[in-house]
T-cell receptor, first 115, second 111 residues
Framework: DSGVTQTPKHLITATGQRVTLRCSPR?????VYWYQQSLDQGLQFLIQ???????AKGNILERFSAQQFPDLHSELNLSSLELGDSALYFC??????????????FGPGTRLTVL | GEDVEQSLFLSVREGDSSVINCTYT??????LYWYKQEPGAGLQLLTY?????DMKQDQRLTVLLNKKDKHLSLRIADTQTGDSAIYFC???????????FGKGTTLSVSS
């Protein structure tokens, strides 16, 4: 158990809908990262937050947004969902969110299925 | 751009050594990581190596880094059926925070 929690574990929804994925980082970690894992693209970095502020952005679509709240939990919002958004979404957390060794610990993921 | 390449499959017999290879392109990478993903689970950090090191050993795991060739390998000694999983190599990208992952190597261990 990494100490990172994600809810829900599974989500099934229809095209055009909007969903929210939630992540609670490990105790003491200030930085949260979101990654998408799909069969064709592999594991891709979406976005990082550090202590409530956006720190880095990866291949995140404009239809997707995220935020980190004062209690440090984070939410990833996915809207106007398409079939291609079906994937496993991972949250990871680290202490500093820096370029040092600053290990990222991953949650169990949320499996999103868009029908 | 940044890219990490891994072979997709490796099959070994229980008790043998497994060697999973990885190549990366970003010569400015400072840390390289190995993660393990079991079916239906998240990614578990196995080990990492700093770019000024050639080798790191941690129990049954040995990581070798050839910085000149940008080649990283993970050796698992005395491989067990419980080691069957997908193994991901990752580097810290130029931005310094996000991890860039390979596509993963599926290790299958037969008894």
């Amino acid at each position: 158990d990494s100490g990172v929690t994600q809810t829900p574990k599974h989500l099934i929804t229809a095209t055009g809908q909007r969903v929210t994925l939630r992540c609670s980082p490990r105790s003491g970690d200030l930085s949260v990262y979101w990654y998408q894992q799909s069969l064709d693209q592999g594991l891709q970095f979406l976005i990082q937050y550090y202590n409530g502020e956006e720190r880095a952005k990866g291949n995140i679509l404009e239809r997707f947004s995220a935020q980190q709240f004062p209690d440090l939990h984070s939410e990833l919002n996915l809207s106007s969902l398409e079939l291609g958004d079906s994937a496993l979404y991972f949250c990871a957390s680290s202490v500093e969110g820096s370029g040092g060794v600053d290990t990222q610990y991953f949650g169990p993921g949320t499996r999103l299925t868009v029908l | 751009g940044e890219d990490v390449e891994q072979s997709l499959f490796l099959s070994v017999r229980e008790g043998d050594s497994s060697v999973i290879n990885c190549t990366y392109t970003d010569s400015s990478s400072t840390y390289l990581y190995w993660y393990k993903q079991e079916p239906g689970a998240g990614l578990q950090l196995l080990t990492y190596i700093f770019s000024n090191m050639d080798m790191k050993q941690d129990q049954r795991l040995t990581v070798l880094l050839n910085k000149k060739d940008k080649h990283l390998s993970l050796r698992i000694a005395d491989t067990q059926t419980g080691d069957s999983a997908i193994y991901f190599c990752a580097e810290k990208g130029q931005a310094g925070t996000a991890l860039i992952f390979g596509k993963g190597t599926t290790l299958s261990v037969s008894s």
